[in-house]
T-cell receptor, first 109, second 115 residues
Framework: EDQVTQSPEALRLQEGESSSLNCSYTVSGLRGLFWYRQDPGKGPEFLFTLYSAGEEKEKERLKATLTKKESFLHITAPKPEDSATYLCAVRGQGGKLIFGQGTELSVKP | DAGVIQSPRHEVTEMGQEVTLRCKPISGHNSLFWYRQTMMRGLELLIYFNNNVPIDDSGMPEDRFSAKMPNASFSTLKIQPSEPRDSAVYFC?????????????FGSGTQLSVL
């Protein structure tokens, strides 16, 4: 069964304190790993897609990386506006997106 | 573009009542998804439409749930009768290109509370 586990559940950082979020997955035939950002009271917003081990993508202070077992979302010098819940999802051979529970990130000034 | 529009934003109802959630996808998108989000189970796909046709409804929890897409610009998710365990945030999302499209555009959701 396809499964996604994110850690930690919650992360508190000071502004400028870099860190990483983890997404571990088991899937038959990975057809993409996705990162979404979700703000309170809103729907998830697409950030990245990664397709193969070794692939990296960047957007502003965020960088996503992928191995055969997990993905990391690195946040460099975060700002308060980066506070949100970050969701990881995988797509297996069945085609559906399977989401993790998310990591709630709080960045204090 | 207005994005995916859902209504109502909040719905409070009593157990046994019928609930109808509405969604207007982004114009030109040909795929529509209904998701449910809870603390316990996270985001779960309920049903997926492509070109107004239901393709996969295996995530619909029970016969009490039904979804329709009468045209390319409107979809409904109905729960009849509603139960307290149906309380959740229900999201509609749309995309161009079907199930394998990487980018889903989500609405702001409907917060459903069944008392």
């Amino acid at each position: 069964e396809d499964q996604v586990t994110q850690s930690p559940e919650a992360l508190r950082l000071q502004e400028g304190e870099s860190s990483s979020l983890n997404c571990s997955y088991t899937v038959s035939g990975l057809r993409g790993l996705f990162w979404y950002r979700q703000d309170p009271g809103k729907g998830p917003e697409f950030l990245f897609t990664l397709y193969s081990a070794g692939e990296e993508k960047e957007k502003e202070r965020l960088k996503a990386t992928l191995t055969k077992k997990e993905s990391f979302l690195h946040i460099t010098a975060p700002k308060p506006e980066d506070s949100a819940t970050y969701l990881c999802a995988v797509r297996g051979q069945g085609g559906k997106l399977i989401f993790g529970q998310g990591t709630e990130l709080s960045v204090k000034p | 573009d207005a994005g995916v529009i859902q209504s109502p934003r909040h719905e409070v109802t009593e157990m046994g009542q019928e609930v109808t959630l509405r969604c207007k996808p982004i114009s030109g998108h040909n795929s529509l998804f209904w998701y449910r989000q809870t603390m316990m189970r996270g985001l779960e796909l309920l049903i997926y439409f492509n070109n107004n046709v239901p393709i996969d409804d295996s995530g619909m929890p029970e016969d009490r749930f039904s979804a329709k897409m009468p045209n390319a610009s409107f979809s409904t998710l109905k729960i009849q009768p509603s139960e307290p365990r149906d309380s959740a945030v229900y999201f509609c999302a749309s995309s161009l290109g079907g199930l394998l499209n990487e980018k889903l555009f989500f609405g702001s959701g409907t917060q459903l509370s069944v008392l």
